[in-house]
């Protein structure tokens, strides 16, 4: 049991390096895009796992896998937050969810591109 709680964080300290240098050097959108995707696979692989070993390669692929989609994604949200120039008033109006939309839309629209 102690392997299976502290062998996938050890794994994905060990590739969280090498990763971030990769996403630095302007992979960022295909590991963020590799990232949800192992995520999901690899929850899916834990969920169908019938013994130690396939639950075991599951959250070894699950760690880096949380690590890349969860970071990058906070990241991107953070670029996109700064570059958005808001200019920090609040709405209270009808006009507030056609402005939120807006800029979800966008979020959605720099994240697929």
Do not use: K
Not at 46 to 61: C, I, K, P, R, W
Not at 83 to 93: I, L, R
Request: hydrophobic residues 55%.
């Amino acid at each position: 049991m102690g392997l299976l709680l502290s062998l996938p964080q050890l794994f994905g300290s060990a590739l969280e390096p090498p990763l971030a240098l990769l996403a630095q050097a302007g992979h960022g959108r295909a590991l963020l895009r590799g990232g949800g995707a192992a995520l999901t696979l690899a929850t899916l692989l834990a969920a169908f796992s019938d013994g130690y070993l396939l639950l075991l390669v599951a959250l070894l692929a699950a760690s880096p896998a949380s690590g890349m989609f969860v970071g990058l994604a906070q990241t991107a949200l953070q670029n996109i937050a700064r570059d958005a120039a808001y200019v920090g008033y609040v709405e209270v109006s009808s006009g507030l969810a056609r402005h939120l939309a807006t800029e979800v839309g966008r979020l959605f629209a720099d994240m697929a591109g």
